[in-house]
Nanobody
Framework: QVQLVESGGGLVQAGGSLRLSCAAS????????MGWFRQAPGKEREFVAA????????SYADSVKGRFTISRDNAKNTLYLQMTSLKPEDTAVYYC??????????????????WGQGTQVTVSP
C-alpha cells in the first residue's frame, strides 16, 4: 500500500520558517515527479512547487517563488519543502503528491496519482 505522510507543519509567526517533509512508503518514487499543493480555508487546492525525478528541475507558483525551496532525497524516498519569509496568506493545509506516470514536475493536479493526508501550516501576523 502506497502512503505519503507529511510532517513539519505548525504555527509560526510571519517572517518565520518551516520545513515540511513527505515520507513515501510502499514503493519508491525515485523515477517519478513529486510536488506540493496547498488548500486554504474556503479556497480550492492550488499548486505550490514541483520537482522532477532527479531533482534537477523545479518549478514554483509565483506566490512562493524566492521564498520556498522544494527538494528530494531519493535514497530516503522523501520530499521536502523549505519555507522561509512566511506570510499569513501562506496559511493552508499542505499536501504532497507523487506521480505514477510522469518524471517531470508539473503544476497539474491530474498528473499526480498519490496524495498525502496533509499538514496544517498556520502563519500568524
Amino acid at each position: 500500500q502506497v502512503q505519503l505522510v507529511e510532517s513539519g507543519g505548525g504555527l509560526v509567526q510571519a517572517g518565520g520558517s518551516l520545513r515540511l517533509s513527505c515520507a513515501a512508503s510502499g514503493r519508491t518514487f525515485s523515477s517519478n515527479a513529486m510536488g506540493w499543493f496547498r488548500q486554504a480555508p474556503g479556497k480550492e487546492r492550488e499548486f505550490v512547487a514541483a520537482i522532477s525525478w532527479s531533482g534537477g528541475a523545479t518549478s514554483y507558483a509565483d506566490s512562493v517563488k524566492g521564498r520556498f525551496t522544494i527538494s528530494r532525497d531519493n535514497a530516503k524516498n522523501t520530499l521536502y519543502l523549505q519555507m522561509t519569509s512566511l506570510k499569513p496568506e501562506d496559511t493552508a493545509v499542505y499536501y504532497c503528491a507523487a506521480s505514477d506516470r510522469y518524471s517531470s514536475g508539473t503544476s497539474r493536479e491530474s498528473w499526480y496519482d498519490y496524495w498525502g493526508q496533509g499538514t496544517q501550516v498556520t502563519v500568524s501576523p
